[in-house]
């Protein structure tokens, strides 16, 4: 990876936390009980949508920061294994929470993926109907 890449993914990178940085002062402005990195994504998304920022801007360091992904869950793992008597005596429902909520995410971003291409195919059907 040369310096001008590596330059581009850690600009894209801070202004990914610069999202995360304002979702936590709205968090704390407005006592949401909502995490501030999910605020931010929505601000994020917000700025995608309005066409205020471009997918270009940020796809590098969101791709950089997928790729580390593995690293964000290390301190989850560590917490099992301190916690080793917990999930021995309660797993079985750590296990249906888990495998609820996997179901729950695979079915509304299925939904969602469903609902957004009927909506670009008739958009596009329109956008036709119009040229003739």
Same mark, same amino acid.
């Given at each position: ?12 990178? *801070? ?7 304002? &979702? &936590? ?17 929505? *601000? ?11 997918? #270009? ?8 920061? *997928?790729? #580390? ?7 989850? +793992?560590v917490?099992?294994v ?15 929470? +888990?495998?609820? &909520?996997?179901?729950?995410?695979? *079915?509304? @971003?299925?939904? @969602? ?15 036709? #109907?119009?040229?003739?």
């Amino acid at each position: 990876m040369n310096i001008k890449n590596l330059m581009i993914t850690f600009i894209q990178l *801070l202004s990914l936390l610069g999202f995360w940085f304002v &979702g &936590g002062l709205i968090q704390k402005a407005l006592h949401l009980p909502i995490s501030a990195g999910i605020l931010g994504m929505f *601000l994020l998304l917000f700025c995608l949508f309005f066409k205020i920022l471009r997918i #270009e801007h940020v796809e590098v360091g969101a791709n950089a920061a *997928l790729r #580390e992904l593995v690293l964000f869950f290390l301190p989850i +793992i560590v917490a099992v294994v301190q916690y080793k008597s917990l999930f021995i005596n309660e797993g079985w429902q750590l296990a249906i929470c +888990i495998i609820a &909520g996997t179901a729950l995410v695979m *079915l509304s @971003t299925s939904l @969602t993926i469903h609902f957004i291409y009927r909506f670009k195919d008739r958009k596009n059907n329109k956008a036709l #109907e119009a040229i003739k």
